[in-house]
């Protein structure tokens, strides 16, 4: 099991709910809505339990796809979720994997990937993460 104090010591930042909805220019019923939906992952952590989200999980919108970046906005304000998280996190959720512990193993550094795998998603490694994840099922 997966403990917020343990999180804490690999994700290097973190967001509350009405933050990330700020980031992204949404109401926080929206955001409620990814996380319900599976594209966002958050715990409950701190005293008091605030559900928060990792920062590394939201980026300019022209990184939505790393692999196929656009041209950023000529105010580069605009903020989006990684695109590979969903499809992520649903592998992950099939090998019987919680959020916290989702949040763990995309925060660890993993050998074959020679990165975190949060950091192989956010350069556009979207399939080796993956084949690393369903290697877990």
């Known amino acids: 099991m997966t403990d917020s104090a343990n999180l804490d010591n690999i994700v290097d930042a ?18 409620r809505r990814l ?14 339990r605030v559900l928060s989200v990792p920062e590394a999980f ?8 790393p692999s196929a970046p656009t041209r950023p906005d000529d105010d580069g304000a605009a903020w989006t979720v990684l695109a590979s998280l969903q499809g992520t996190f649903t592998v992950l959720g099939d090998a019987g994997f919680n959020e916290a512990e989702m949040i763990q193993w995309l925060f660890t550094e993993d050998e074959s990937l020679a990165a975190r795998p949060i950091d192989a998603l956010r350069s556009g490694g979207k399939t080796a993460g993956r084949r690393v994840a369903q290697a877990l099922l």
């Open 58 to 65: 939201l980026v300019p919108a022209h990184l939505a796809n």
């Open 14 to 31: 973190w967001l509350t709910v009405p933050d990330v909805a700020e980031r992204l220019g949404i109401d926080v019923g929206k955001v």
């Open 35 to 48: 996380l319900q939906e599976g594209r966002l992952a958050g715990v409950r952590r701190g005293d008091p």
